[in-house]
């Protein structure tokens, strides 16, 4: 009954239909309990979790396991449209030729009439420019911000709206000033503290991460990409300061800090 979708495909257009066509099986009455229940909602956290297990696939270098994840990837995509496929709202040629008219669209240099001689920089301008023009999505940089997803990491997602003020000049003439708003903001964290209401420390420890995203994105730094290496290197120098320990017949727990610190310099000068 299902021989053809147990053949591997040939080309990427009969790729995509064979597991289109396997997860409508799946979908389908008789299918799978487990795939038939799902919905949008049930399938947020796994379409999250399968982005960010491509970018360390990524991250790592490793084909193989960035061949993996993109499939994965792909079968949320191919999930998604699925579940409104049933609901008989759009389908996934639907999706994906939607994406390829607007890929057109905003590729004028490329597909159009506009010469094909612009830097990067001019390309994101242009494309900024159709999605407000020619698609008619004229809006305030309010409005942009808003729809920047929550669910993205927070300092991402800070970037990106810090990104969105700086467009309309909302912004330092330099890193200066972003370091003075880091300094300013420490302080009000330490006022805060010494005041003792747990809703201000929230709030103002939230205004210093804010202000540390803003010298990150000044200075063309990535801040999640930064804080994860940082996270990293804590991680690889503790390491070393519990592997010490134990030869040294010392639980952690029994060690003074000044001792942990000592092999934490250790660490530090070994390069960790």
């Given at each position: ?27 389908a009455p008789g299918g799978c309990?487990?795939d038939i229940e799902q919905t ?48 008989g709202n759009f389908t996934l ?180």
């Amino acid at each position: 009954m299902y021989e053809e979708l147990f053949k591997p495909a040939k080309t990427d257009e009969e790729a995509v239909k064979r597991l289109a066509d396997i997860t409508a099986v799946l979908r389908a009455p008789g299918g799978c309990p487990w795939d038939i229940e799902q919905t949008h909602e049930s399938l947020k956290r796994e379409l999250i979790e399968e982005c960010y297990e491509v970018i360390e696939a990524i991250d790592n270098k490793d084909t193989a396991n960035l061949r993996e994840e993109l499939g994965d990837v792909l079968l949320q995509v191919v999930f998604h449209a699925d579940i409104e496929r049933c609901e008989g709202n759009f389908t996934l040629a639907d999706v994906a030729n939607e994406e390829c008219e607007k890929m057109i669209r905003r590729h004028p240099h490329v597909f159009g009439e506009m010469p094909n001689n612009l830097t990067s920089s001019q390309v994101l301008d242009n494309w900024e420019e159709i999605k407000n023009k020619l698609e008619k999505k004229s809006e305030s940089q309010t409005d942009a911000m808003h729809k920047i997803p929550k669910e993205l990491p927070a300092l991402y997602r800070a970037d990106k709206i810090q990104a969105k003020a700086k467009k309309v000049g909302f912004d330092w003439p330099d890193v200066s000033g972003a370091f003075e708003k880091v300094a300013e903001e420490s302080k009000e964290v330490q006022d805060a503290v010494a005041g003792g209401n747990r809703e201000d420390i929230e709030k103002e420890v939230g205004d210093l991460l804010f202000a540390a995203v803003n010298v990150a994105r000044m200075l063309d730094i990535d801040p999640e990409i930064a804080l994860n290496k940082t996270s990293d290197k804590f991680m690889s120098r503790f390491a070393y300061v519990e592997s010490k320990a134990k030869e040294m017949g010392r639980k952690l727990p029994e060690m003074t800090l000044e001792e942990m610190d000592k092999l934490w310099e250790e660490a530090k000068s070994l390069g960790l």
